[in-house]
């Protein structure tokens, strides 16, 4: 089962490190610097406790992931569906403004996926801190959005995953279990 909290380090960590974004992580606990945080978990309850007054634009938010059914029932193999969005600010009335928000997130959302990819199919991948065994990128779904929160305007990737099975092989199973 995907620990809620590996999900959302990877995306974080996407945030700390994209040349734009550059997220400080200290801001999610209210004590990093005003203007640095970019990052959120895209929650109802986040939205409901005003989530524009905390973070600052353009920013990437996720949310959070879904277990999918197959026909039948359960996938034994576990799909699961996750989301993000890239935002940016403008005015609503400034078709301009709308235009470089679509485009600086839409360059921001390709440099994110690029490097989903990177990680998961490049050459010599080290998939080893990675949530994921298998995002499938022909599967991307991504629609504009905007106005929403605060005068916001981005892009919307969902996107469907099998998880990577960690196994603990340093403490050895109970007797008459198995992995």
Same mark, same amino acid.
């Given at each position: 089962?995907?620990?809620?909290?590996?999900?959302?380090?990877?995306?974080? *960590?996407?945030?700390?490190?994209?040349?734009?974004?550059? +997220?400080?992580?200290?801001?999610?606990? @209210? *004590?990093?610097? $005003?203007?640095?945080?970019?990052?959120? &978990?895209?929650?109802?309850?986040?939205?409901?406790?005003?989530?524009?007054?905390?973070?600052?634009?353009?920013?990437?938010?996720?949310?959070?992931?879904?277990?999918?059914?197959?026909?039948?029932?359960?996938?034994?193999? =576990?799909?699961?569906?996750?989301?993000?969005?890239?935002?940016?600010?403008? #005015?609503?009335?400034?078709?301009?403004?709308?235009?470089?928000?679509?485009? =600086?997130?839409? *360059?921001?959302?390709?440099?994110?996926?690029?490097?989903?990819?990177?990680?998961?199919? @490049? /050459?010599?991948?080290?998939? !080893? *801190?990675?949530?994921? =065994?298998?995002?499938?990128?022909?599967?991307?779904?991504?629609? %504009?959005?905007?106005? $929403?929160? #605060?005068?916001?305007?981005?892009? &919307? !990737?969902?996107?469907?995953?099998?998880?990577? +099975?960690?196994? /603990?092989?340093?403490? %050895?199973?109970?007797?008459?279990?198995?992995?």
């Amino acid at each position: 089962m995907l620990k809620t909290s590996d999900y959302f380090s990877y995306f974080r *960590n996407l945030a700390v490190s994209h040349k734009d974004l550059q +997220h400080d992580p200290a801001t999610e606990t @209210g *004590n990093g610097p $005003a203007g640095r945080k970019r990052f959120a &978990r895209f929650s109802v309850e986040e939205i409901i406790s005003g989530i524009t007054d905390k973070i600052k634009f353009p920013a990437l938010l996720v949310d959070q992931f879904e277990l999918k059914t197959v026909p039948g029932g359960l996938d034994p193999d =576990e799909l699961y569906a996750g989301a993000l969005t890239v935002f940016s600010t403008a #005015d609503p009335e400034s078709a301009a403004q709308i235009e470089k928000a679509f485009d =600086e997130s839409a *360059n921001i959302l390709g440099d994110i996926i690029r490097k989903m990819y990177q990680d998961h199919e @490049g /050459n010599g991948v080290d998939m !080893c *801190n990675s949530p994921f =065994e298998r995002i499938f990128f022909d599967r991307l779904q991504i629609m %504009p959005i905007g106005p $929403a929160l #605060d005068s916001q305007f981005g892009w &919307r !990737c969902e996107f469907e995953f099998r998880l990577r +099975h960690k196994v /603990n092989i340093t403490v %050895p199973p109970a007797a008459g279990t198995f992995l």
